[in-house]
Structure formats: structure tokens, C-alpha cells
């Protein structure tokens, strides 16, 4: 087979070309620090790379949003205990005001620090977190959650809380809404409550009562009426009567139905008194109502005490209503803390993986840039060794 001049040069410039592209490639390897620097350099690898890459985001992503949900948390949890300290106050003086010694005058001094109070609470479910967006507001995180008009105080946020992705199997709330947390609080002690009727003219007082048997419980309203200070009859809301009785005396319970009712004092005969199905009420309406109360001269020692009474067990339950929201509060803060600590791991884990796969062996590749450098050496000194023989070189020899 013969050679001619022309291919040995093509053959010997093309094995030159591509020892000094490899001896190249190896020098930008280790002048970036990678040994993947394109899909043409290992697409399998490549590939790999790109699929960690996209987990290592989304990884990052959950910890970012992680972050900014506990912080609102956080602030959450500050503002109810807040709250929780304003409802205690307004307890204290609420405790305060059920005095039957106590004149209208200090009555009314008490309700005056009661409407500070209010407002304090109202400045509380209207905070913001550091971008201006209110905490209670739920999705509507741009809408003021909560307005006093006249005496009632309500509610324009959302239903909704924004819900964040942790983790890549789990979400969270990242707040929760005023209604949950001040407006949707159970009235009464939950299952029913209880009234004293407002043209009572003797000196008897309704507590808040308690459940004995739930599953005897008929939720309904009631109504206790005294025909005499010793005689009463309770009814239901389609007139039947459910219990009666004949020697009631001072701070007897009246029971049926599953529930008992105290009543202490001496009614009058037709004083009446309603037990009713509960419902919800609203921190701001408890402290409203018991405002108004404190501010009413014309009702008796009787009546005020019943109302306060109420008005103690709503804050109550206004204070553990709060306490059961910071509560879950918290636990999402936790939960939060313990998905952050696992993506941590994962990206730890994802970037030591991507490194293994892109990144230079520095050892190796200068060994590899050696030899690279050697081959090209020897390829350009025999190929200057032999490029100018020919044919006539043996003849004149």
C-alpha cells in the first residue's frame, strides 16, 4: 500500500488537531475547576448534573420559604400573646367590677380603661409584618382584617390562609385568619349559654352552668321562669315544660336535659332566665358587651352580676382560644425548623453528588494534561522528523 505525501501530512496534522483539542479541554478543565463545562463533554453526565440541579433548587426554594413562614409565624405568636395579656387585663377589671359595692360612677371608670383595652386589641389583629402585610388577614393579606363600627367590631379578611410547600411532600399555613383567632371564639362554656331577663325585678343571678351528660343534651332554648321565689318551671322553645320545681333556696342548680344551671339570689316571681344553644362570639363583642354593661345605671346587682359572670367566661374562652392557635403556631414553627434541618442534609447530600460528577480530579487531570502534553510533543517531533523526506533523499543518497 503507498502513502502518498499529501495523506501521511493530512493524517499526521489531523492526529496533532486532536491531541491538542484533548490537551485543551484538559487545561480549561482545570482552569474552571469542571470537568462538565457542556452537554458535549459527558451528555449522560450532563444530564445527571442538571436533574441534581433542579432538586437542589427546589430544596433551597422550600428552606427560603421555610424561612419567611415561621418569621410570620413568629410575629403571629407575639401578637396573640399580646392579645392574651390585653384580654387578661380586661379580666382583672372585669373581676373588679362585679362588686355590689362598687357605684355606677366607678362602673363606669372601670368600662373607660375597658374601651383602651379594646382598642388596644384591635391595633393587635390589625398588625403588620415587616412588608406591610397584615397577619390576620389571611389571603387578603392587603386588606385591613378588622374595623369598629359604632359598637361592633368586624371582620374583611380572608377565609383562606396561604399555604407554603416545606418540603416536597409537605405544606403548612403560614398564618392563620382573625376570624380563627379572635372572631369565631365559643360562646357561653360552649354548649349553651345563659341570660338573665332584662325585666327581672328581684335579685337572682344565672351562672354559666356546665354539661353533665352531653349525649342527654337537647340543644334548644330554654327558659326558666320563677312564678314565685321558690317556684319555677323550665320550658322549651315550643312551650313544653322539661323541669320544675317547688323549694328552690339561694345557689341551688337547676338541672335537665344533661345540663345544670346555678342560680343564686332570690328571684322574683316572673323573673325568667334563658338557657340557649351556644354559638360563637368575637373577643372585641365580649369586651364591647361588657363595656356596655358597666355603663348601664338602671340594672340591678342581680343582672350585673349575671352579665359580668358571662362576660368572665367569654374572656376565658377568648384567652383559650388564642392559646390554642399559638399553640399550632408553634407547632408549625417546629415543623418548619425540622424540614429545614432534613433539606439541609438533602442539599449537602445533592451537592457532593453533582460535585463528584463535575467537578475536576485535579491529581488525575494534571496527570492527564502530562501525558496530553507529552503525546503532542512527541506527535509534532516526528512528524518534523520525517514531513521532509522523500523519494529523492534516498536517491542522491
Do not use: C
Amino acid at each position: 500500500m503507498r502513502i502518498s505525501t499529501v495523506t501521511f501530512q493530512q493524517d499526521a496534522l489531523g492526529q496533532m488537531e486532536t491531541l491538542q483539542a484533548d490537551l485543551s479541554k484538559t487545561q480549561n478543565q482545570l482552569g474552571t475547576g469542571k470537568k462538565l463545562n457542556s452537554a458535549a463533554d459527558d451528555p449522560a453526565g450532563m444530564a445527571q448534573v442538571n436533574q441534581l440541579n433542579v432538586e437542589l433548587s427546589a430544596s433551597e426554594q422550600y428552606v427560603t420559604n421555610g424561612n419567611a413562614a415561621s418569621s410570620n409565624l413568629q410575629l403571629e405568636e407575639q401578637a396573640m400573646s399580646d392579645a392574651t395579656n390585653t384580654l387578661q387585663s380586661a379580666r382583672d377589671l372585669a373581676v373588679q367590677a362585679n362588686n355590689s359595692s362598687l357605684t355606677a360612677a366607678q362602673r363606669t371608670d372601670i368600662a373607660t380603661q375597658l374601651s383602651q383595652q379594646l382598642q388596644d386589641l384591635i391595633a393587635i389583629g390589625n398588625r403588620t409584618d415587616s412588608n406591610g402585610d397584615y397577619l390576620f388577614s389571611g389571603e387578603a393579606s392587603g386588606t385591613t382584617p378588622f374595623a369598629q363600627v359604632g359598637n361592633a367590631v368586624t371582620y374583611s379578611g380572608s377565609s383562606q390562609v396561604r399555604q407554603v410547600q416545606i418540603s416536597p411532600n409537605q405544606r403548612i399555613s403560614a398564618g392563620d385568619t382573625g376570624a380563627s383567632v379572635f372572631m369565631n371564639v365559643p360562646a357561653g362554656n360552649g354548649t349553651f349559654t345563659t341570660a338573665a331577663g332584662t325585666t327581672n325585678t328581684g335579685v337572682g343571678a344565672i351562672g354559666v352552668g356546665s354539661v353533665t351528660n352531653a349525649a342527654a343534651w337537647v340543644p334548644d332554648t330554654y327558659t326558666v321562669k320563677f312564678t314565685s321565689p321558690s317556684a319555677y318551671t323550665v320550658t322549651n322553645s315550643s312551650g313544653t315544660t322539661v323541669a320544675s320545681g317547688t323549694n328552690f333556696t339561694d345557689g341551688q342548680s337547676i338541672s335537665f336535659n344533661g345540663i345544670q344551671v346555678a342560680i343564686s339570689g332570690t328571684p322574683a316571681g316572673g323573673d325568667t332566665f334563658t338557657i340557649a344553644k351556644a354559638g360563637n362570639s368575637s373577643a372585641f363583642n365580649t369586651l364591647q358587651g361588657l363595656i356596655t354593661t358597666l355603663n348601664s345605671p338602671n340594672l340591678n346587682n342581680a343582672q350585673l352580676a349575671t352579665q359580668i359572670g358571662g362576660a368572665l367566661q367569654q374572656i376565658d374562652n377568648a384567652i383559650s382560644n388564642l392559646n390554642d392557635v399559638s399553640a399550632s403556631a408553634g407547632a408549625r414553627v417546629n415543623s418548619i425548623t425540622s424540614s429545614q434541618a432534613t433539606a439541609q442534609t438533602t442539599q449537602t447530600n445533592l451537592s457532593g453528588a453533582i460535585s463528584s460528577l463535575s467537578d475536576v480530579d485535579y491529581a488525575a487531570a494534571i496527570t492527564q494534561l502530562n501525558t496530553e502534553e507529552l503525546s503532542l510533543q512527541a506527535a509534532q517531533q516526528s512528524y518534523a522528523s520525517i514531513a521532509h523526506l522523500s523519494l529523492f533523499d534516498y536517491i542522491h543518497s
